[in-house]
C-alpha cells in the first residue's frame, strides 16, 4: 500500500533560518505529490504541489522538487518568519482506479519559529 | 464561494450515543472526501464520493460509521453508538473532477466522546 513518512518534529529556529523537513514515500503506482499546512485554529491549506518527476512545486517562499528515485519530497524554505510556524504534512494522491485523488499523509511536521 | 464548510465545529457526546456531521463542498466540486485526524497524526482517508455515488470506503469505517451524499450536493457523515475511540478531528474535503489533485478541507468537526 501507500505510505509517507515525514521527518519526526517538532523544529525549532529562529527567525531567517533555513528550513528543510523530510519526506519519503512508497506508493504502487505514479503518485502525485503535495505538501499542506496547518496554522493555529485553522483548516489544512495546500502548500505546494508536483504531479511528476523532477516537477519542482513552489509557493510562499516554499520548495519541494520530486525525486522518483529517492523517493522524496522534502519542504525546503530559505528564510522562515514568525509567520510560518505551523504543522507541515507530506501527502501523496495515487492516479489510478478508485483511489483516485484520495490522499495519504505523513504524520505531521510541527515548526515553531522564534523571533 | 466561500470554500468548504462543516457543521457543528464541535460536537461533545456521550458514549453510546449516535452524532452526524454535516459538509457542505465548494459548489462546483463533485468529488468529496472524509478523514479522520487524532492528535499527533495526520488525515486518514474514510471514504470518497463522485457526486452522489460512494465510490470507496476505507476499513476503518466500521459498520457503525455510514456517510450519504443526496443529490450529489452536501454530505452527512453519521456516528451510530459512539464510542471514545471515536474521538478525533472529522474533515471534510472537496475537489473538481478537473482538477483532482487539489483538495481543499474544511475547518473540520472536533467530537469528543466522553
Known amino acids: 500500500g501507500n505510505s509517507v513518512t515525514q521527518m519526526e518534529g517538532p523544529v525549532t529556529l529562529s527567525e531567517e533560518a533555513f528550513l528543510t523537513i523530510n519526506c519519503t514515500y512508497t506508493?504502487?503506482?505514479?503518485?502525485?505529490l503535495f505538501w499542506y499546512v496547518q496554522y493555529p485554529g485553522e483548516g489544512l491549506q495546500l502548500l505546494l504541489k508536483?504531479?511528476?518527476?523532477?516537477d519542482k512545486g513552489s509557493n510562499k517562499g516554499f520548495e519541494a522538487t520530486y525525486r522518483k528515485e529517492t523517493t522524496s519530497f522534502h519542504l525546503e524554505k530559505g528564510s522562515v518568519q514568525v509567520s510560518d510556524s505551523a504543522v507541515y504534512f507530506c501527502?501523496?494522491?495515487?492516479?489510478?482506479?478508485?483511489?483516485?485523488?484520495?490522499?495519504?499523509f505523513g504524520q505531521g511536521t510541527i515548526l515553531t519559529v522564534h523571533p | 464561494d466561500t470554500g468548504v464548510s462543516q457543521d457543528p465545529r464541535h460536537k461533545i457526546t456521550k458514549r453510546g450515543q449516535n452524532v452526524t456531521f454535516r459538509c457542505d463542498p465548494i459548489?462546483?466540486?463533485?468529488?468529496l472526501y472524509w478523514y479522520r485526524q487524532t492528535l499527533g497524526q495526520g488525515p486518514e482517508f474514510l471514504t470518497y464520493?463522485?457526486?452522489?455515488?460512494?465510490?470507496?470506503k476505507s476499513r476503518l469505517l466500521s459498520d457503525r460509521f455510514s456517510a450519504e451524499r443526496p443529490k450529489g450536493s452536501f454530505s452527512t457523515l453519521e456516528i451510530q453508538r459512539t464510542e471514545q475511540g471515536d474521538s478525533a478531528m472529522y474533515l471534510c474535503?472537496?475537489?473538481?473532477?478537473?482538477?483532482?489533485?487539489?483538495?481543499?478541507f474544511g475547518p473540520g468537526t472536533r467530537l469528543t466522546v466522553t
Open positions: 506508493a504502487t503506482g505514479y503518485p502525485s
Open positions: 464520493f463522485q457526486n452522489e455515488a460512494q465510490l470507496e
Open positions: 501527502a501523496l494522491s495515487d492516479r489510478g482506479g478508485t483511489s483516485y485523488g484520495k490522499l495519504t
Open positions: 508536483a504531479t511528476k518527476a523532477d
Open positions: 474535503a472537496s475537489s473538481s473532477y478537473a482538477q483532482t489533485y487539489e483538495q481543499y
Open positions: 459548489s462546483e466540486h463533485n468529488r
